[in-house]
């Protein structure tokens, strides 16, 4: 039995991701060796063999070639979430979560510190990963409300909203300092640091 084209496990769809990961493969090996703000989009078409308006067809710009995967991440983040034990505290539990979503990444640990080098160096890159985070917050708030005591009360989401956007802060000075420190300093324990200023 044939499959249906459009159908998720379809000819066309496999061959649309097939194309997407070459182009996010091709792009991002150019984006480490000239920079991100130095690769345009046409250099990026003309490395894979087609045309800028193909390319366009897949990704609108460099940021969402980058960051395209960010709303899977954030997926896994919150199974990841989801999978810790019910009566874990929501601090322990966002960080089990987070540091499992750090070691699903397909990426060699040079690999990944140069990736999230670029991603610091670059304005625009930062500002579509904080657009992209909100919808972090939206995937892990149901969980961590349900942590912190009865949906009836008004507060509760109030609460867990403030304590996902502090996680997610923390993880991200985490990250940078980690850049700055050129991958030597150890990012779980700036993380605790972080979350122990913050609680403190």
Same mark, same amino acid.
Request: hydrophobic share 45%.
């Given at each position: 039995?044939? #499959?249906?084209?459009?159908?998720?496990?379809?000819?066309? #769809?496999?061959?649309?991701?097939?194309?997407?990961? @070459?182009?996010?493969?091709?792009?991002?090996?150019?984006?480490?060796?000239?920079?991100?703000?130095?690769?345009? =989009?046409?250099?990026?078409?003309?490395? /894979?063999?087609?045309?800028?308006?193909?390319?366009?067809?897949?990704?609108?710009?460099?940021?969402? /070639?980058?960051?395209?995967?960010?709303?899977?991440?954030?997926?896994? !983040?919150?199974?990841?979430?989801?999978?810790?034990?019910?009566?874990?505290?929501?601090? %322990?539990?966002?960080?089990?979560?987070?540091?499992?979503?750090?070691?699903?990444?397909?990426?060699?640990?040079?690999?990944?510190?140069?990736?999230?080098?670029?991603?610091?160096?670059?304005?625009?890159?930062?500002?579509?990963?904080? #657009?992209?985070?909100?919808?972090? =917050?939206?995937?892990?708030?149901?969980? /961590?409300?349900?942590?912190?005591?009865? %949906?009836?009360?008004?507060?509760? %989401?109030?609460?867990?909203?403030?304590?996902?956007?502090?996680? !997610?802060?923390?993880?991200?000075?985490?990250?940078?300092?980690?850049?700055?420190?050129?991958?030597?300093?150890?990012? @779980?324990?700036?993380?605790? #640091?972080?979350?122990?200023?913050?609680?403190?």
């Amino acid at each position: 039995m044939s #499959e249906g084209k459009g159908g998720p496990g379809g000819l066309r #769809e496999r061959t649309r991701r097939a194309v997407q990961a @070459e182009i996010v493969a091709t792009a991002m090996r150019l984006f480490l060796e000239r920079g991100f703000e130095a690769t345009t =989009m046409e250099q990026i078409a003309g490395e /894979i063999g087609i045309s800028r308006r193909s390319l366009f067809r897949y990704f609108g710009t460099k940021e969402d /070639i980058v960051l395209g995967d960010h709303a899977e991440s954030g997926r896994v !983040l919150q199974a990841a979430l989801e999978a810790r034990p019910a009566d874990e505290s929501p601090w %322990e539990a966002l960080r089990a979560a987070l540091k499992a979503l750090v070691e699903s990444l397909p990426y060699a640990p040079d690999d990944f510190l140069k990736i999230t080098s670029m991603l610091h160096a670059s304005p625009s890159l930062r500002g579509r990963q904080l #657009e992209k985070r909100q919808q972090w =917050m939206d995937l892990l708030v149901p969980d /961590i409300a349900r942590r912190l005591g009865p %949906e009836a009360d008004p507060m509760t %989401e109030m609460r867990a909203r403030a304590l996902v956007a502090c996680a !997610l802060a923390c993880s991200d000075v985490a990250m940078e300092t980690w850049v700055r420190s050129n991958g030597t300093v150890d990012m @779980e324990q700036v993380f605790d #640091e972080a979350v122990a200023a913050v609680r403190g």
